[in-house]
């Protein structure tokens, strides 16, 4: 009886786990569309005046987009997720880059379908190299990552 009990432990931190990965990899994908774009080099401030608006009755008037940023934690769960998309080696998987894509178009929401024309796989085989890949990645970050730094991270104790 103790054995299935430790046995059940194990299975929820290894869901829990997962589910945290893929958690944290939404909140990537969904920061990473308020980053701010970097600007095109010796790109003089002066364009920064077109966004200025004007008095209505002026001819050159137009209202000022609302630009929304990402805030501080959003970019420091933004920057570990991209370690922990670099955590995908070799030595978790055959093709590092090809399962890096992979997690990262899961991560934006792509259908499986779509996801499997773009890689050119079945989305079935993709699907379940997927949640290969999130095992063994879970087991990689438990070893590697100090629990402090994780749930400093995740949590941001």
């Given at each position: 009886?103790e054995?299935?009990?430790?046995?059940?432990?194990?299975?929820?931190?290894?869901i829990?786990?997962?589910?945290?990965?893929?958690?944290?990899l939404?909140e990537?994908?969904?920061?990473?569309?308020?980053?701010?774009?970097?600007?095109?080099?010796?790109a003089?401030?002066m364009?920064?005046?077109?966004t200025?608006?004007?008095s209505?009755?002026e001819?050159?008037y137009?209202k000022k987009?609302?630009?929304?940023?990402?805030?501080p934690?959003?970019?420091?769960?933004?920057?570990?997720?991209?370690?922990?998309?670099?955590?995908?080696?070799?030595?978790?998987s055959?093709?590092?880059?090809?399962?890096?894509?992979?997690?990262?178009?899961?991560a934006n929401?792509?259908?499986?379908?779509?996801?499997?024309?773009?890689?050119?796989m079945?989305?079935?085989?993709?699907?379940?190299?997927y949640?290969?890949?999130?095992?063994q990645?879970?087991?990689?970050?438990?070893?590697?990552?100090?629990f402090?730094?994780?749930?400093?991270?995740?949590?941001?104790i």
């Open positions: 009886m054995f299935m009990n430790n046995l059940g432990v194990k299975l929820k931190e290894e829990a786990n997962e589910i945290q990965i893929i958690h944290l939404d990537a994908a969904f920061t990473e569309k308020f980053i701010s774009k970097p600007k095109p080099p010796h003089p401030s364009y920064d005046l077109i200025t608006s004007y209505e009755d001819i050159g137009y987009e609302l630009k929304i940023r990402a805030t934690r959003q970019i420091t769960r933004w920057e570990f997720t991209i370690d922990v998309l670099l955590m995908i080696a070799p030595d978790i055959k093709d590092p880059i090809f399962d890096r894509k992979l997690v990262w178009f899961r929401r792509f259908k499986w379908s779509k996801i499997s024309r773009l890689l050119g079945h989305r079935t085989t993709l699907r379940l190299r949640e290969k890949l999130l095992d990645l879970s087991k990689k970050i438990k070893k590697e990552i100090k402090d730094k994780l749930n400093r991270i995740l949590y941001l």
